[in-house]
């Protein structure tokens, strides 16, 4: 297949699958009752989701390497910047205090 | 449409997101670069980004592309990508179900990570829905323009950001910044340990279905352990 014909098919085929899942249950759920279990399990989704997207980024320094020592940067940084977070819930804060703690750590181990 | 806008909810969920542009942008970039090197043109990136919304499905989509991969590979790999917004909606769908359903689509098409991250516990805390779904159209019209001019940027300009500077690390940040003022109980706190195992665990798995299975395990986790704590009292 022709690469712009590929680029082309994708962006409209994907764009398409992708706002199908944004708005499945939203379109679904504004006609039909939640079940009970289910509205139970979605109280669940931020904390599951979020772990997930968040995690892989911190503990891989490359794609397949896990590193879960002290000398890992973004680990220390991330722990630290949890531990703000925590105690202050402030996106702001909790930005300023990881990147502080990650440049250091370079700075600091090279 | 105007029933539901309020102007000063739309521009709190805008100053709400800007933190959060700073890990967005150097990700929109580095995306960019990554559409450049595929051989990819500015405008096909543009439209990408403004169609698609969604970092993780353009860098996956870009570089199978410069692999030259099978088109329905590609399209397979971005579907999986996509099922953490079925979980997106379904955790969004209560809270919406009042609006009108331009409004329904309009913020669905808006859903991502980061907006989904940043108006979630609003949602939960308040019922004043018109003020809900404007403050989450603020934060997610300027997901959507920032998204489109820095992968732009990218692809036309190449690596702006030195990436010894390691922006992009403020994206797991602002999930974390998040997530951690969640871990106050001990149902939480077990689905949080749960979703880091098996997402470390299952990372071998192709095409990132890592995320959706730690996802969906912790989550059965969470349910099977609020009924274990309620049925002992």
Known sequence: MDKTLTICLVTLVVGVLNFASRVSFIAW???????????????????????????????????????????????????????????????????????TVLWLMRWLVG | MRAHFSRPAFFEGVRDMLPMLMGIVPFGVVCGVGALSA?????????????????????????????????????????????????????????????????????????????????????????????????????GALLWVTWGVATLAGVLLGSVIPSSWQLEFVVPLCFIAILAPLLRDRVTIAVFVVAAVAVVALDALPMRLSLICAGLIAITCGVVADQWLSRRG
């Open chain 2, 39 to 139: 051989g990819v043109s500015p405008l096909e990136t543009l439209a990408m980004s403004l169609i698609i919304f969604s970092g993780a499905a353009q860098i996956a989509a870009t570089q199978m592309i410069a692999d030259g991969a099978p088109f329905a590979v590609i399209v397979l790999t971005c579907l999986v990508l996509s099922l953490r917004f079925l979980m997106y909606s379904a955790a969004m769908a209560p809270h919406l179900r009042l609006l009108d359903s331009r409004w329904r689509n309009l913020l669905a098409f808006l859903l991502t990570d980061q907006a989904f991250a940043s108006t979630i516990r609003r949602f939960r805390e308040s019922g004043d829905l018109r003020a809900n779904a404007s403050y989450f159209l603020g934060s």
């Open chain 1, 29 to 99: 759920f504004a006609r039909n009752d939640t079940p009970p279990l289910l509205s139970r399990a979605l109280r669940h989704v931020p904390a599951a989701m979020l772990t997930a997207i968040a995690v892989p980024a911190v503990v891989f320094i490359a794609p397949g390497t896990l590193d879960l020592s002290a000398g890992n940067a973004k680990l220390v940084a991330a722990v630290v910047a949890g531990l703000v977070a925590w105690w202050r819930k402030n996106t702001v804060e909790t930005i300023v205090v990881g990147m």
